[in-house]
């Protein structure tokens, strides 16, 4: 199977790549090492790092596919978006920047998570909202804005923010104060310094007359190392707290297969999408494309393709998984809202490249690039 591209960015090259990619992934699936290696010398022939989008996304498939064929998947670049240290938090919160500005993927998420929140909480005045990984608090300006402008005032909230690095927390939590201080939001910030992984709900307060709210941006995928089981008694535990609504953003790829072949194969396809909406939003091999290709596309692809067990992390699922993981934990869907879908729509068609299209089905609004599903928001009680 051949992964979908868009009309720019296969040529006779890129095809053969592809080529390549899939039957050195065969070979690894059915432990034919030397026919892999013979096939990598092929590969590294023909992959230009700084090429065009075929031939760097090559790479990238390329060195995860000899890293799992050499056993040697320990360092960095390999354990996911958020296990690699070595890359310093100022690069990443350069390149996010960029990302954020130069394609919708991450507007259209927090867009749309926010509007679910505001929606569920319109006439209520104690708010509390749970940020399972609030990282710097990017998502959250927006959410306080629209909150100061409701007619009558704003309401009272309190935010329990999860994230693993106190100074992280401490940057979210300085940022989002002056910015609830200038906009007279009565404003509470309490940090929850934890893993993802090691949170559970025993350590969320609860206050009486508070609506809870919980917001989970592109981390519960993390969580599914725990084992179907145990990830959802988490879900359960969730539940049990009867939060008003929980908005869940999650990028909608079926990167969790067992099965080695069918994984490469959903890989190769969703990234491919990925690269190519970068490289048509982002200028072409600039050093910001590049840096955001290797940050934010790389990492998770070596995860993915080289390391199994508890070292792969990065394991990403369709809509359609997170709607069936979702209501076997008791959650019921709850409907977007026509202004959610509406502002969503304006964002893509308005002001990013034509290529970015959006769907509404079963439920849930997918951002994609060709009608590729890239990421996906969804609303549940």
Known sequence: MIPEQSPSSMGATGLQLVHLLLACAEAVAN?????AHVILVRLSSLVVQRGNTMQRLAAVFMDALAARVMKATDSGPYRGLAGDISVPVSDMLEAYSVLYESTPLGKFAHLTCNQILLDAVERENCIHVLDLDIWHGMQW?????ALALRPGGPPRVRMTAVGASFN????AREKLQEYATKLQVPFEFCPIVERLVNFHVGMVQLHEGEVLVINTFIQLHRLLIKGDEKFQQ??????SLNPRVV??????GDHNSPVFLHRFVECLRYYSAIFDAFDTSL???SLALLKIEQIFSGQKIRNIIACEGSARVERHESMLNWSRRMEAAGFRGVQISTCAFSQAHLLLSLYFHSGFTLNSEHGYLVAGWYNVGLMGVSAWC
């Open 247 to 252: 908005a869940l953003a999650e990028n909608d």
């Open 168 to 171: 992280d927390l401490e940057v």
């Open 31 to 35: 432990e034919q090492v030397s026919l």
């Open 141 to 145: 300006p927006a959410f306080l804005q």
């Open 283 to 285: 200028q072409h091999n």
């Open 234 to 239: 988490f879900l359960c535990d969730l539940r």
